[in-house]
């Protein structure tokens, strides 16, 4: 449909350029000239009706005389190009339109904008931020295209404290302060240097990284499980539960990556009876397929398996979950006679394989599934868009 208008805007572009030369055309040579326009007009619009776009922009390139009347249809197809793939060609236009003696102010900002995003289109990154900076240190009205194209930049470069400094500069701007999808990759930049900083256990400024993320995000899950990870590290058990407890408080669908980090703390603190509690209390407030599992597992280890066992039985079939069988089939198979055992067996093999193949996770942007956790959507290049499966998906 976009490509339609502008085909169409390209016609009656084309068409005024040829009434304009036809009426203004007081001598054989511009007459002449109009005669071209006209031709080309219809080679081109043959090329439409045969479904050859290409040929016909190519077409009318040539024959749209550069001048201050058709800067914008320039503009335009060169935009076209570039969407068609044709970005080398792209390329010649927008250069064309740069080199032309007396472009414009507006007109010379619009052009390298255009030609910054052939150059990201072809992995011209030196040259597209190079221009991007010019439109930027320049303060013109595109500045603020020009951030969000370098925000694109820095995060494909990984340079995660350009990316910041654009994000706040942006932020700065009314039009974007509440932008979600501009705070959110902002606070996945702050987690990302965090990230960093603890691999190389710098854990207190790992710390201030990763608060830093809330200032875009105040609902940062990424930010809340670093957080948690680095408060246990330091030793500050009680701050990294209170932290994991917000995730389920914001995101109840994350309770099954708390879990694990949970119980290291109270283990830590040598409060195992703690979890217990707490583990009973989250499935009182929603009968969740990880808690039952974890409550199970709590109860095999703390008190012993026949409770486990019961507990599973009266429970899975609320919320039933491939985990959760294997689970039951592991506490039965001791109370079975040998012949029973092997079969058992086999079925708690094929029901774990069943598992391993399962997508733990789905893009809710695009619905790309994964077996891993990934903030950036690999498939649609969104932040914070993947969530987790619920695992009473059989
Ligand atoms: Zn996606």
Not at 105 to 111: I, L, R
Not at 254 to 264: H, M, N, V, Y
Not at 334 to 350: C, G, M, R, W, Y
């Amino acid at each position: 449909m976009e490509n339609l208008s502008l085909y169409l805007l390209l016609l009656v572009a084309m068409g005024c350029g040829w009434g304009l030369a036809l009426f203004t055309g007081r001598n054989r040579r511009r007459l002449r000239h109009s005669r071209d326009i006209f031709d080309d007009y219809f080679v081109g619009l043959n090329y439409l009706l045969n479904d050859e776009p290409d040929e016909a922009i190519d077409t009318f390139i040539k024959a749209l005389e550069l001048n201050s009347e058709t800067v914008e249809t320039h503009l335009a197809l060169g935009a076209l190009l570039r969407r068609r793939g044709k970005v080398d060609n792209a390329i010649k236009v927008h250069q064309a339109l740069l080199a032309r003696p007396g472009l414009e102010s507006n007109f010379t900002d619009a052009t390298r904008l255009q030609l910054a995003i052939d150059y990201i289109s072809a992995g011209l990154l030196d040259r597209a931020e190079r221009l991007l900076n010019e439109i930027l240190n320049e303060c013109s009205p595109m500045k603020w295209d020009a951030l969000r194209h370098l925000i694109d930049i820095y995060q494909t470069e990984k340079e995660w404290e350009s990316a910041i400094s654009c994000s706040n500069q942006l932020l700065a701007n009314s039009a974007y302060k509440r932008d979600p999808e501009i705070r959110v990759a902002a606070a996945n930049f702050c987690c990302e240097l965090a990230d960093q900083l603890l691999v190389r256990e710098q854990l207190n400024k790992a710390k201030e990284h990763a608060r830093m993320s809330f200032t875009f995000d105040r609902k940062s899950i990424r930010a809340s499980l670093l957080l948690a990870r680095i408060e246990q590290l330091l030793g500050n058990y009680k701050a990294a539960i209170k932290e994991l407890i917000r995730i389920r408080k914001n995101y109840p669908e994350f309770t099954g990556a708390i879990l694990q980090q949970l119980e290291l703390c109270y283990a830590r603190m040598d409060a195992s009876a703690d979890f217990g509690k707490l583990l009973a209390d989250f499935f009182a407030q929603s009968p969740d397929s990880n808690v039952l599992l974890a409550l199970a597992r709590h109860k095999k280890k703390f008190t012993d398996s026949a409770e486990a066992l019961s507990f599973l039985r009266e429970h899975i079939q609320q919320t039933p979950s491939l985990p959760a069988i294997v689970e039951t089939l592991g506490l039965q198979l001791p109370s079975t006679d040998s012949e029973i055992q092997v079969n058992f067996s086999l079925l708690q093999q094929a029901v774990k394989q069943l598992q391993q193949r399962k997508a733990a996770y789905q893009c809710h942007h695009c619905g790309y599934e994964s077996k891993t956790l990934y903030w950036l959507c690999p498939s649609c290049q969104k932040w914070d868009k993947i969530r987790p499966l619920p695992a009473t998906r059989l």
